[in-house]
């Protein structure tokens, strides 16, 4: 075991549920919430520089996103080399990925062996959720309460609580009455689910949907997918690596790292300068061929850089993509209903999927076109659908569903926890027309609080750990900057956030990304803002951004 950081004292006490206790002890430095990705990193950061620190996790191991989505073939998709922290060179060293795109048992493994190794454990309360979170002017503290009734102090208060991890259930009437059971992809059963000689149906064609049809298919008796919209996805060519493949990578981590950091999505993807339509036809349709067969949406993050700016572009790349997908499907009203049509390509987060088309073509898969019959209710059978012929219905039987139907994105989490700022500020009330924050960390009137991957960062739009990172060092260097300046207090101001979330979305304006409804607009969700959440400047820029800002004596915040 590699030399963990040094142990700091941790305070809590107990209380009842129905009496808000006030802690005895003196605060812990940091509380941190989730201990997936961003709460394991940031942990290790404020222990190594000497902080004390608590990290309160609801699953019963560390994970994040990685313990919650169990489904089968559930995998990454970002290659594997960049999907890792890279905090410490042993670990880089010692660890050996087995794919391409590692299966979730493999990245759960990793992240548990990263929570061992470094000692971390001891300063994770698992099975435990915050509630609530409230700041108090009087002692400049974090009052946060546990569902134990625990009431933990801090100065300083994190979330890590990830951007997809408040799964929704579509609100159709009469799941009470279904007879089978039910299951979402991100609360999966840890004893896995046997679809054996079982009807099955999945709702839902995004990321996870596309993942787990394939697999569904080769063990049930029947499955049913219910398509809402056709997406586009591109083949992930995943495969174990080579010998000699992972030394390589071993050899090369400097080097990825600064190429990472320095590139727009926090991937070893490069956009070409220029416009698609300013080359001749041949060149790009070689450019499309080599990119689809490379595997991955290599097409899209390497390709030119207005694919996503302007629709003329992006029906080049969209075409070509159709024309792939439909050579993969046999039925023609099959194939008609599963080729894409109603958003440009790239405006919904695009997947990646081993067999997903050709999945459609076994005899035991059918696909329900939702825009032609659409969902009346679940029943006591299945899934009652429209058929088109007014005052007609159709029952889909099913023993088994499955829902894989998305999140509340990026806001959802930090929401579900009923935080309160300086002067008894709601967060939910503060942020009911939308997120206001600055550089997607802070937010005004809730001093001496952090969002890992917050609205208003590129988080989503990158290779997650790589954003994770920028995160986790900015607010370790933070909060050494403000122990070395003796300062207590820590916030910004409405009009920095202000400025900073225009800015965020004026950069999606010049995108087709706010044309279309998707998770990254929030319209997913019935009631939700319709406002793009992510800063779409690139992680190399935001990188920059709030270097200069901490080399500016943290610009735009102000201490106490
Ligand atoms: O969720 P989604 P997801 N009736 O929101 C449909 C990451 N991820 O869990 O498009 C019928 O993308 C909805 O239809 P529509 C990744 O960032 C990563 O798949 O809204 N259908 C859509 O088809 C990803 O983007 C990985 O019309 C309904 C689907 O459900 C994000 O997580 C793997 C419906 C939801 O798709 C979310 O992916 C998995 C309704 N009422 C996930 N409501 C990897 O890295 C929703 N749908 C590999």
Same mark, same amino acid.
């Given at each position: 075991m590699e030399a963990g950081p040094s142990a700091m004292t941790t305070t809590h006490t107990s209380a009842r549920p129905d009496a808000p206790a006030a802690p005895a002890e003196p605060p812990v430095d940091v509380l941190v919430i989730g201990a997936g990705f961003s709460g394991l990193? %940031?942990? +290790?950061?404020?222990?190594?520089?000497?902080?004390?620190?608590?990290?309160?996790?609801?699953?019963?191991?560390?994970?994040?996103?990685? +313990?919650? /989505?169990?489904?089968?073939?559930?995998?990454?998709?970002?290659?594997?080399?960049?999907?890792?922290?890279?905090?410490?060179?042993?670990?880089?060293?010692?660890?050996? =990925?087995?794919?391409?795109?590692?299966?979730?048992?493999?990245?759960?493994?990793?992240?548990r062996h990263v929570a061992d190794r470094f000692d971390l454990r001891r300063h994770i309360s698992l099975e435990t959720r915050v509630r609530s979170a409230s700041? /108090?002017?009087?002692?400049?503290?974090?009052?946060s309460t546990l569902d134990t009734g625990e009431v933990v102090e801090s100065r300083f208060?994190?979330? &890590?609580?990830?951007?997809?991890?408040?799964?929704?259930?579509?609100?159709?009437?009469?799941?009470? /009455?279904?007879?089978?059971? =039910?299951?979402?992809?991100?609360? =999966?059963?840890h004893s896995g689910v046997d679809f054996t000689g079982k009807r099955v149906g999945v709702i839902g064609t995004g990321s996870s949907g596309i @993942?787990?049809?394939?697999?569904? &298919?080769?063990?049930? &008796?029947?499955?049913?997918?219910? @398509?809402?919209t056709a997406n586009f996805s591109f083949?992930?060519? *995943?495969?174990?690596?080579?010998?000699?493949? %992972?030394e390589e990578f071993k050899a090369s981590y400097d080097a990825i790292h600064a190429e990472i950091r320095a590139a727009k999505l926090g991937q070893r993807f490069a956009p070409m300068p220029g416009s698609a339509l300013a080359v001749p036809a041949e060149v790009r349709q070689r450019f499309y061929e080599e990119s689809w067969a490379r595997g991955n949406a290599v097409l899209l993050f390497s390709g030119w850089e207005d694919l996503l700016t302007n629709e003329e &572009? /992006?029906?080049?790349?969209?075409?070509?993509?159709r024309s792939k997908i439909a050579e993969r499907i046999d039925?023609?009203?099959?194939?008609?209903?599963?080729?894409?049509? *109603?958003?440009?390509?790239g405006t919904k987060r695009p997947p990646l999927d081993t067999e997903y088309f050709e999945t459609f073509n076994r005899d035991n898969v059918t696909l329900v076109d939702l825009r032609r019959t659409p969902i009346e209710e679940f029943c006591d059978g299945g899934v009652r659908v429209q058929t088109g012929v007014p005052d007609e219905s159709q029952v889909h039987e099913l023993d088994v569903l499955v829902f894989a139907t998305g999140f509340d994105a990026i806001t959802g989490p930090l929401l579900e926890i009923d935080i309160t700022g300086s002067g008894g500020m709601s967060l939910r009330e503060k942020w009911q027309d939308g997120p206001l924050t600055y550089l997607g960390l802070a937010t005004a009137g809730f001093p001496n609080m952090f969002t890992i991957t917050g609205p208003g960062s590129p988080a989503v739009i990158s290779n997650m750990p790589t954003a994770i990172e920028q995160h986790n060092e900015w607010i370790r260097d933070c909060l050494v900057y403000m122990r070395d300046h003796g300062y207590q207090r820590i916030e910004t101001s409405a009009t920095t956030e202000e400025e900073w979330t225009v800015h965020v979305s004026e950069l999606a304006q010049e995108t087709l990304l706010v044309k279309v409804d998707s998770w990254y607009m929030g319209s997913n969700i019935p009631g939700k803002p319709r406002r793009f959440l992510s800063y779409l400047g690139?992680?190399?820029?935001y990188g920059d951004v709030i270097t200069g800002v901490a080399a500016k004596d943290y610009d735009g915040f102000t201490f106490g």
């Open positions: 990193g %940031m942990l +290790y950061h404020l222990l190594e520089r000497g902080f004390s620190a608590r990290v309160v996790e609801a699953g019963d191991d560390v994970g994040g996103t990685w +313990y919650w /989505n169990r489904y089968p073939g559930c995998r990454c998709d970002s290659p594997t080399e960049v999907y890792q922290f890279f905090f410490s060179k042993e670990l880089l060293q010692d660890w050996d =990925w087995t794919h391409v795109y590692p299966a979730q048992p493999e990245i759960l493994s990793y992240l700041f /108090n002017d009087a002692t400049g503290t974090w009052r208060l994190v979330t &890590a609580v990830g951007c997809l991890s408040d799964p929704q259930v579509p609100a159709y009437p009469g799941l009470e /009455n279904f007879r089978g059971e =039910w299951h979402h992809t991100s609360r =999966w059963p @993942q787990v049809i394939p697999e569904i &298919a080769k063990e049930a &008796a029947h499955l049913t997918v219910f @398509q809402r083949p992930a060519r *995943n495969r174990p690596l080579r010998p000699g493949e %992972m &572009a /992006n029906a080049t790349a969209a075409d070509f993509v039925d023609p009203e099959t194939r008609d209903s599963l080729l894409p049509r *109603n958003h440009p390509l690139g992680v190399g820029t």
